[in-house]
């Protein structure tokens, strides 16, 4: 059962209805000049400081990008990063006794492959959202373009290389 809420929205659609088939096919082209864009790859850069965490986050975006047919493939780097700060116990004296403290940032990668650009942004926003405390996402993409107009305007036996003739330099 399909209800109309907004009868002035109805009206408004239907009161200047297109006139001729050249209208519509206008109207119908001017839409499918929008194409998507297509991405070689999407790598995922993640940084967390709780490797089974990023272990089952890795997991999930990697199952979410099977579910939308999409080819993917992760690892991780061996060793995590350490950064060690030393401070003194007492705020004022006693430059003997020292704590030592120590962040250890480990990384994770996932890399998507041969995506539009609709499936890209929803894929992301998906993961971006389920992003758990303590992990940062890098995303970065390979964009792919067609060559340009004065490039393929250009001679093809410029290109080649011609075993006969010697220059001289």
Not at 17 to 26: G, H
Not at 28 to 38: G, P, Q, R
Not at 88 to 107: G, N
Request: no cysteine.
């Amino acid at each position: 059962m399909f209800r109309l809420n907004n009868t002035s929205m109805f009206r408004s659609f239907f009161r200047a209805p297109l006139s001729t088939a050249t209208e519509a096919i206008k109207s119908v082209e001017a839409a499918a000049v929008e194409l998507d864009k297509l991405y070689k790859t999407v790598q995922i850069e993640l940084r967390g400081n709780d490797p089974a965490v990023l272990t089952s986050f890795v997991k999930f975006a990697t199952t979410a990008g099977n579910y939308l047919n999409v080819q993917s493939h992760s690892w991780h780097l061996r060793k995590p990063t350490h950064t060690r700060f030393t401070v003194l116990k007492s705020v004022h004296i006693y430059k003997k006794h020292r704590v030592q403290y120590e962040f250890r940032t480990y990384y994770s990668f996932i890399s998507y492959k041969h995506l539009t650009e609709s499936t890209a942004s929803t894929l992301l926003e998906y993961i971006e959202r389920n992003l758990p405390e303590g992990v940062a996402l890098k995303a970065t993409s390979v964009e792919l373009q067609q060559l340009p107009e004065y490039l393929l305007e250009q001679d093809p036996e410029q290109f080649t290389d011609d075993s006969n003739k010697v220059s001289h330099v």
